[in-house]
């Protein structure tokens, strides 16, 4: 079988040639196995018809396996001049020929070295490309996190705007003086509520010491 890979014809029949062949030399094998079973069984029924035949089925056997190999010996011989002839002249695409889907390369021809650079260029491009979306990803991102932030700030206005309201009911209109004397309150707490805990504190270990 031929070793030249022939991929230009495979684009076209849609198989290699020689994948052609190789089953065309199957059948046909197999065409010359089954016609000489067919002869080794008509012999065998001629004979029955001698009863004074000295001959076994065991040598047909052998006597048929001697002529098969003859045969498949001059068949593989005759084939191989018919493969080189079908391959050359039936199965091969002349070096001249475009595939129609080819044709383009004719109308635009490129370079190795114009080729190697137009995909340095697409590479970059995916590279660009990626960068970008990665981008768009990453504001995307930032968008929902200054919308959650947003909804937050109005959380917190809304509730400065109810404790404004709660102020004006309770005759306060400034709310600057309001929030600085709840601050003021709120220390004045803070204060007493540590004096508590250090006398409670103060409590306990005299309690400890009875």
């Known amino acids: ?17 020689q994948t052609c062949m190789l089953r065309v030399y199957i059948a046909f094998q197999d065409y010359l196995f089954e016609m000489m079973l067919v002869v080794e069984t008509v012999i065998l029924k001629k ?25 498949k010996e001059h068949f593989d011989k005759l084939f191989s001049k018919m493969e080189e002839v079908l391959l050359q002249l039936v199965l091969n695409i002349p070096e001249n020929v475009l595939l129609p889907e080819d044709k383009v390369h004719e109308q635009y021809p490129y370079t190795k070295e114009q080729f190697e650079a137009l995909q340095d260029e697409i590479q970059q491009l ?19 996190e200054q919308k959650a932030v947003q909804a937050e700030l109005e959380k917190i206005l809304q509730w400065f705007d109810g404790l404004d309201n709660i102020c004006r009911e309770h005759g ?39």
């Open 1 to 17: 079988m031929s070793v030249n890979p022939m991929a230009y014809e495979a684009q076209f029949f849609g198989f290699t040639p």
């Open 47 to 71: 004979l029955d018809g001698f009863p004074g035949c000295k001959i076994s089925p065991c040598q047909i056997r052998k006597s048929t396996e001697k002529f098969l190999l003859f045969m």
């Open 126 to 144: 995916q590279q660009q490309y990626r960068a970008e979306a990665s981008a768009g990803q990453a504001l995307q991102a930032e968008l929902e």
């Open 172 to 210: 306060t209109s400034n709310f600057k003086e309001s929030f600085a004397f709840l601050t003021q309150n709120s220390k004045k707490l803070q204060d007493v509520l540590k004096d508590v805990e250090e006398k409670s504190k103060k409590i306990k270990k005299h309690d400890q010491l009875l």
